[in-house]
C-alpha cells in the first residue's frame, strides 16, 4: 500500500518534518487528504499501439492523486474497467491502463513505466518502476516488478 510522507512547503522546496507528540497526525493527514482532493487535474485518454491508458500528468501533485479515490474513480469511467495498473514512475507523472492486459499489452506498460521511470530528461524525482492495483478508486496491492 501507498507509504504516505507528509511535508511542509518551505522557500526552499517541500520539506519533510518531524512531528511530536503534540501534533494531531490523524487532523494532519484529513487535512492533506482533503487539499489532494481539491486540486482538480483531467485525465487523458489515449491508444498506445493497441494499449488504452489513461493519463493525468505534468503538475505539481499528478503522482500523489493516486492517493484520491475520487481522482481514480474517474480513471475507471475514463477507461470502462472496475480494475486498474497504476503506475506513477516519476514525481508529475500518473499513468492507468486496465489490469487485464494481453502479454503484449502488458509487455508495452512495462516498458513506457521503466523508460519514464529511467528518464530524468525533466528533473522530476523518480518514484517507483512498479504499480497499483486498484480497485473501486483506492489502491489495493503494488506490483513491484511489472
Known amino acids: 500500500m501507498p507509504i504516505i510522507v507528509l511535508a511542509v512547503n518551505t522557500?526552499?522546496?517541500?520539506?519533510?518534518?518531524?512531528?511530536?507528540?503534540?501534533?494531531?497526525?490523524?487532523?494532519?493527514?484529513?487535512?492533506?487528504m482533503a487539499n489532494l482532493a481539491d486540486l482538480e487535474y483531467d485525465w487523458d485518454v489515449?491508444?498506445?499501439?493497441?494499449?488504452?491508458?489513461?493519463?493525468?500528468?505534468?503538475?505539481?501533485?499528478?503522482?500523489?492523486?493516486?492517493l484520491d479515490p475520487q481522482h481514480m474513480l474517474r480513471a475507471h469511467r475514463a477507461l470502462g474497467t472496475d480494475k486498474l495498473l497504476v503506475a506513477l514512475p516519476r514525481r508529475t507523472c500518473l499513468m492507468a491502463v486496465p489490469f487485464d492486459l494481453d502479454p503484449q499489452q502488458a509487455?508495452?506498460?512495462?516498458r513506457l513505466v521503466r523508460t519514464t521511470y529511467e528518464d530524468d530528461s525533466y528533473g522530476h524525482a523518480p518514484i517507483t518502476s512498479g504499480a497499483y492495483i486498484v480497485e473501486n478508486g483506492r489502491a489495493r496491492n503494488f506490483l513491484a516488478d511489472l
Open 11 to 32: 522557500d526552499s522546496g517541500y520539506q519533510v518534518e518531524g512531528f511530536g507528540d503534540d501534533v494531531d497526525s490523524d487532523a494532519l493527514l484529513a487535512e492533506a
Open 46 to 66: 489515449s491508444e498506445l499501439h493497441g494499449l488504452p491508458i489513461a493519463t493525468s500528468s505534468g503538475e505539481d501533485f499528478s503522482a500523489e492523486k493516486v
Open 107 to 110: 509487455m508495452l506498460f512495462q
